[in-house]
């Protein structure tokens, strides 16, 4: 996508920071925008690879969030017994994305991300990080939308002892430690702002702290890992109008995702993937659990086939302009959910759980229910007029829709939206419940066109000398919407091109 005339102002560059406000120069070999987990992964291996690395970093810190690292394969996986095959994951991605995902981009990703994870995994298991390495079995087993096993969580580190989810914060601290021994330098509270541009090669990105503007000039190249546009209500309107429209988001640190990387390529002579962005979307906007039973909007009528992942789930929320829905269950909660797990299941419908463990158990379903209740996104009731009463749907109309809902279930026949009968399960069990669950933006998952390298590409689909793009600030990986073949791949495709940058770099593994 080229630049659009109609896009906001956020699309003009600045005019270039006077020579005269520079305050310090910094040589190095790579510079990097960004020390999420793209840019610190990146500056690790190029480290370890022997180049001088400095990474440009907005906050205060590194950061990480979330807790499932989604690769391929892994030498962790093929102990457990479980291999994937990269052909299938691969029809599949491209299937779901109809075929707007790069397929060179994508292949990089899943003929090396077994190379990251296992580089990752024999530092994070190390004794000074102590990660014991789990696989995620919380999968979508429904046969349209497969999730495949491959996404990684990490227990019992330093982050997670301190309460972070076991996952990415573990992953990035110790890259990030690790990164200092071989000398890669943190700015921190230094956002990158510009790029300079010599003979047609990028050869410096300009940052700014509290003293000025410090250049910092990289002989092999710059890479933009500043993470996505999700904060930047501007670029949202315009590059992923989903995603402005949403009124919630779960991003944090706040305020730092702004899209400044995919500004500074535009401005630089980049182009973006074709638009709308593709956004990660969950729902856990209000309860963080939601099933598969009956789903009703804000008028009370069913509006989807509720047997679908969450990807799914939010963005038919979202594309009926509403904040959130309730998922209905009765008093037989605690047969049902289980009975629906072998069907379907994943992440907001199962519980987290490793291999040969179950994605349910009463306790831990109460526990969701409790949270729900003291944020107000639970209602529980004897009859389904009173439970309606206290969702805010109108009485009559919920109470036929219920009725006629049973009565398919019944049938075994869903006739409006073609639910598995399986999954066909009447609600007639006083208490009934009411579950309040809407989409929340995680992260907006499009960015900068670049070729299997990483290179950056102008408008006629040449590279741009020494300027690379990482994680959330690449195009290529989805194109229409987030595939989930396996949970968690915004982190392991942002960990696998981090990796393999700091391979490029250093002269390795060039397509
Ligand atoms: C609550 C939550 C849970 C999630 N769980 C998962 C999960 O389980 N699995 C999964 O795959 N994904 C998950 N995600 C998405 C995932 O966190 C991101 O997609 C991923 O971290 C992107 O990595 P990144 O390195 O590209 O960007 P980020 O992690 O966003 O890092 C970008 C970094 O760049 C910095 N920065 C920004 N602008 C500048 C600038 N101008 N100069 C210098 N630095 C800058 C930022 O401060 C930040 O440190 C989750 C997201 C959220 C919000």
């Not at 690769?71 to 109809?98: H, P, Q, T």
Request: net charge negative; proline share 5%.
């Amino acid at each position: 996508m080229n630049m659009d005339p109609r896009w906001g102002d956020w699309k003009d560059a600045p005019p270039p920071v006077n020579e005269t406000e520079i305050v310090e120069t910094i040589d190095c070999d790579i510079a990097v925008a960004g020390a999420g987990i793209a840019g610190v992964t990146c500056a690790c291996r190029a480290a370890q690879n022997g180049l001088k690395a400095v990474v440009l970093e907005k906050s205060g810190k590194w950061n990480a969030r979330g807790g499932n690292i989604g690769v391929a394969n892994s030498a962790f996986m093929r102990s457990m017994g479980y291999e994937n095959d990269l052909e299938e994951l691969a029809r599949e991605w491209i299937k779901r994305c109809c075929s707007r995902c790069d397929e060179t981009v994508l292949w990089r990703y899943l003929l090396n991300s077994e190379h990251a994870m296992n580089w990752l995994l024999d530092i994070v298991t190390r004794p000074e990080y102590g990660v014991r390495p789990e696989l995620q079995a919380c999968l979508y087993r429904g046969d349209t939308y497969f999730e495949h096993m491959g996404s990684h969580r990490f227990f019992d580190g330093p982050m997670a002892k301190k309460g972070a989810r076991p996952g990415a914060s573990d992953a990035v601290y110790a890259m990030y430690t690790e990164s200092l021994k071989y000398n890669a330098r943190y700015l921190m509270n230094t956002p990158a702002v510009q790029l300079e541009k010599t003979d047609g090669r990028i050869t410096a990105v300009i940052g700014k702290n509290d003293k000025g503007y410090v250049r910092v000039r990289a002989a092999k190249g710059v890479v933009l890992a500043t993470g996505d546009i999700g904060g930047n209500e501007e670029m949202c309107a315009d590059l992923a109008p989903m995603a402005a429209a949403c009124k919630s988001s779960t991003y944090s640190p706040r305020g730092v995702n702004t899209g400044d990387g995919h500004r500074m390529g535009l401005w630089a002579g980049g182009t973006f993937e074709d638009g709308p962005f593709p956004i990660i979307f969950h729902p856990q906007a209000f309860s963080f659990a939601n099933y598969c039973f009956m789903f009703v909007n804000r008028s009370g009528k069913r509006f989807m086939n509720e047997d679908n992942n969450i990807q799914a789930k939010s963005v038919t929320l979202r594309r009926i302009g509403q904040d959130y829905a309730w998922s209905i269950l009765d008093g037989s909660w605690a047969e049902m959910i289980p009975a629906s797990l072998e069907y379907g299941g994943g992440i907001f419908w199962g519980l987290d759980h490793a291999p040969g463990e179950s994605g349910f158990t009463v306790e831990g379903t109460k526990r969701i229910f409790d949270m729900a209740r003291r944020s107000g996104s639970y209602v529980e009731a004897e009859t389904p007029q009173s439970l309606a009463e206290q969702m805010g749907v109108p009485p009559e109309v919920f109470v036929s829709t219920l009725r006629e809902y049973n009565e398919m279930c019944r049938n075994q026949k869903d006739v409006l939206f073609g639910k598995r009968k399986e999954l066909l399960m009447p609600l007639e069990t006083p208490p009934y419940i009411g579950l309040k669950f809407g989409p929340s933006v995680l992260a907006v998952v499009g960015g900068l066109r670049v070729d299997g390298n990483c290179a950056v590409l102008d408008a006629q689909g040449n590279v741009i000398p020494g300027l690379y793009a990482a994680g959330n600030t690449m195009g290529g990986r989805y194109g229409v919407d987030y595939a989930m073949v396996i949970p968690g791949t915004s982190h392991g495709t942002a960990l696998t091109f981090g990796w393999l940058l700091g391979e490029i770099l250093a002269g390795r593994n060039i397509l």
